[in-house]
């Protein structure tokens, strides 16, 4: 059998010649991408902080990039739960991943707030609007609806992307 490599559904060949990897409505897939796209936006991030704070210490940056691979780790994970079990609401791509972007920004900003203050402080003026460190929960929500659109579209949701076959 011979895979091709596709946008709408991702494959690689195997020594067994099944084309297993990545495909169509697949959790993997939906993990992949989240990575992926997780670590663009920690790349961003790790090589453009010290052009606008040069005084950010090398071990933040590495933790901005980690942090948003795992952030997309998790927005690609969590595409399996469409039905909330408790409340009993639909929760659809924009929900889970705006709500999972944004939690996840919150934590950051509670672990690093005075290194984010610093950063907010150099980037704006004092007094500004924009000067808190928690804007980077909205910058989650925005990150997050990008993956988890990207990673719905190409690897689908809920139980079709559950394979029973392993």
């Given at each position: 059998?011979?895979?091709?490599?596709?946008?709408?559904?991702?494959?690689?060949?195997?020594?067994?010649?099944?084309?297993?990897?990545?495909?169509?409505?697949?959790?993997?897939?939906?993990?992949?991408?989240g990575k992926s796209?997780?670590?663009?936006?920690?790349?961003?991030?790790?090589?453009?902080?010290?052009?606008?704070?040069?005084?950010?210490?090398?071990?933040?940056?590495?933790?901005?990039?980690?942090?948003?691979?795992?952030?997309?780790?998790?927005?690609?994970?969590?595409?399996?739960?469409?039905?909330?079990?408790?409340?009993?609401?639909?929760?659809?791509?924009?929900?889970?991943?705006?709500?999972?972007?944004?939690?996840?920004?919150?934590?950051?900003?509670?672990?690093?707030?005075?290194?984010?203050?610093?950063?907010m402080l150099a980037?704006?003026?004092?007094?500004?609007?924009?000067?808190?460190?928690?804007?980077?929960?909205l910058e989650g929500?925005?990150?997050?609806?990008?993956?988890?659109?990207?990673?719905?579209?190409?690897?689908?949701?809920?139980?079709?992307?559950?394979?029973?076959?392993?």
């Amino acid at each position: 059998m011979n895979c091709t490599l596709t946008l709408p559904g991702i494959a690689t060949e195997f020594l067994s010649g099944e084309c297993i990897m990545f495909k169509r409505n697949s959790l993997i897939t939906r993990i992949a991408i989240g990575k992926s796209i997780g670590l663009v936006v920690g790349l961003v991030g790790f090589l453009l902080l010290p052009l606008f704070s040069p005084e950010v210490p090398l071990l933040f940056r590495w933790g901005i990039l980690l942090w948003y691979i795992t952030v997309g780790a998790f927005i690609g994970v969590f595409g399996v739960f469409t039905w909330h079990p408790i409340l009993h609401l639909p929760m659809p791509w924009w929900f889970r991943s705006s709500i999972i972007g944004a939690w996840m920004n919150f934590v950051l900003t509670l672990f690093t707030y005075e290194q984010l203050h610093l950063m907010m402080l150099a980037f704006f003026s004092e007094g500004s609007l924009f000067q808190s460190p928690f804007w980077l929960v909205l910058e989650g929500a925005v990150i997050g609806l990008v993956i988890g659109y990207v990673a719905t579209r190409i690897g689908g949701e809920g139980k079709e992307i559950i394979d029973e076959e392993i």
